[in-house]
């Protein structure tokens, strides 16, 4: 099976240029098989999204929620990184089958495991550009996959002729990774074969406000430029599918896209006003700008890796400085992508203010008040959204921020002032941090070039339905397989898998459990 990633496609886009003729390779799949709105994850953000579709399990059983976690008895965070993956992912699944697995640029890989082939990491960091050799499995790969980019420009440095170098860039990185991958579909024996583009995703952030003429921050510029991406990710399909032969294609997003309004939200503020925070001491925000002021661009990444420590200290110190935890009840890390309120636990956190036997009522209460407020359409409790031995590590209130005529507020961070606001025109821009002018959806799509009887899918049903394409042994898994049984021969991209006996599954359970899954 070949397993394309296109992430943040966004369904209504996809829809409307099938429909125009402009994505014909997906269009080709869609109407010899199956075309599907994807549910991704609470939140539909990136980390999390990608890692359900590849466990077939819900945050709160495979540990990814954030690219970040609390320190345990501090009030701090800590980078993850693959190793804090709990659950077996596909290409895991298959190498203890003895399958061969080729996996390029996945969020949240890295770094690299030891598979049965190849694998080149996703991105490790918001702030990597591109690989070094750390990235790869086997090393020895490297020379080959060298050029491989994630988005070869920062997010956060927006400025007069940024869109003009981002968008040759965006479509210069879809070029360079889909001629890597199909030299390695040619060359390399694989029965999976996983490779992810990005920039379907930095070009929405970004570009969306010039895309949509309707949009409360548009102007005018730029009015083709997320179409071009999809238009030449449609293409790299395209060559990747005629490269792979005849096997069973599955094209997946992670989420969607939609356009941001003017208005944005700053929790912190709103939880002052409630009384349950209150500012105090210093901010300690600057170090993080300043790292990001002197440090070039194309050694972040590299700086990342190499002082992971520092790099931590740093965002937590945007994150948490300023705030009196002695007189705080309830706190906010306020990311734009995650909305979510925090509980500062008696016995959980160093200066913990709410008991333990008033937890679930004020968490309860809280979110009733925060329903109330016209920016929040809903706070769920952890508990309600995930199941399963990590719930701990999530926040302990997720939010759905409301949409104003179809437009996502922004979460931003702020130490006091309003609750709410409007950006500036000269803020329209945006930026990460700083209110990108799309942001994230709950619906992605998902292509497959075989026929189904279903008429809805949630990311977790991805990884169930590749192993019962490959008709390989499931673990345990919250998703569902889309399809009834194995596919044989006469499918479109036809695949011939065998069926395994109970002792086969019982062998890759051996199997995964001597990696770590499954404690």
């Known amino acids: 099976m070949l397993l394309i990633g296109l992430d943040g496609m966004e369904p209504t886009l996809a829809e409307r240029w099938m429909a125009e003729g402009r994505l014909p390779n997906l269009a080709r799949i869609r109407d010899r098989g199956t075309y599907l709105r994807l549910t991704s994850t609470m939140p539909p953000a990136t980390l999390p999204a990608w890692t359900s579709c590849v466990t ?89 996959v060298r050029e491989w980019p994630f988005a070869d420009i920062q ?102 896209f939609g356009g941001a309004g003017t208005g944005v939200v700053h929790l912190n503020n709103w939880l002052e006003e409630q009384g349950e925070l209150a500012f105090g001491g210093p901010e300690r925000s600057l170090a993080k700008k300043t790292a990001l002021a002197l440090a070039p661009e194309r050694w ?17 110190g945007s994150r948490f400085a300023g705030i009196d935890w002695m007189r705080t009840r309830a706190w906010s890390e306020e990311l734009n992508y995650f909305p979510s309120i925090r509980i500062n636990l008696e016995g959980r956190e160093p200066m913990g203010q709410v008991p333990l036997k008033s937890y679930d009522a004020f968490c309860d209460e809280l979110c009733a008040r925060l329903e109330s407020w016209p920016v929040v359409r809903k706070a769920w409790r952890r508990a309600t959204v995930y199941h399963g031995p990590h719930v701990g590590h999530a926040p302990d209130i997720l939010l759905e921020l409301a949409l104003e005529d179809g437009y996502s507020h922004s979460c931003l961070r702020a130490r006091g002032g309003p609750s709410f606001r409007r950006l500036a ?31 809805a899918a949630h990311i977790e049903d991805v990884g169930p339905t590749v192993l019962a394409v490959l008709g390989t042994p499931c673990p345990e898994m919250d998703g569902v397989s889309l399809i009834d049984a194995p596919v044989h021969g006469d499918a479109p991209f036809d695949s011939v898998p065998e069926t395994y006996s109970h002792e086969q599954a019982r062998t890759v359970e051996e199997r995964l459990r001597a990696l770590g899954y499954f404690e």
């Open 425 to 455: 025109p000269g803020e329209y821009l945006g930026g990460k941090e700083r209110g990108m002018n799309g942001n994230h959806r709950p619906e992605g799509v998902l292509f497959l070039s075989i026929p189904t009887s279903v008429g």
């Open 300 to 316: 972040r990444g590299a700086l990342f890796r190499r002082f992971p420590g520092l790099s931590a200290k740093a965002e937590s």
């Open 155 to 256: 997010e956060t440095d927006i400025g007069p002729g940024w869109h003009d170098r981002t968008l040759p860039s965006l479509l210069k990185g879809i070029e360079t990774k889909e001629r890597i991958a199909c030299a390695l579909l040619r060359r390399e024996p694989w029965d999976f074969f996983m490779v992810v583009f990005g920039e379907s995703d930095t070009v929405a952030h970004h570009f969306w406000m010039f895309h949509d003429a309707q949009s409360p921050r548009h102007r005018p510029g730029h009015e083709d430029a997320i179409r071009r991406v999809y238009e030449r990710l449609d293409a790299a399909v395209g060559a990747l599918i005629e490269v792979g032969g005849d096997r069973v294609v599955g094209v997946v997003s992670d989420h969607g």
């Open 56 to 144: 077939g399990v819900n945050p709160g059983r495979h540990g990814i929620f954030d690219f970040t976690e609390m320190v345990e008895g501090q009030y701090a965070i800590r980078f993850v990184n693959r190793a804090d993956r709990q659950a077996p992912a596909l290409w895991n699944v298959l190498s203890a089958t003895g399958r061969r697995v080729g996996v390029l640029g996945v969020p949240g890989t890295y770094p690299p495991e030891q598979v049965n082939g190849f694998m080149v990491s996703g991105f490790d960091s918001p702030v990597c550009t591109g690989i070094d050799r750390s990235f790869v499995f086997p090393p020895s790969l490297y020379p080959e």
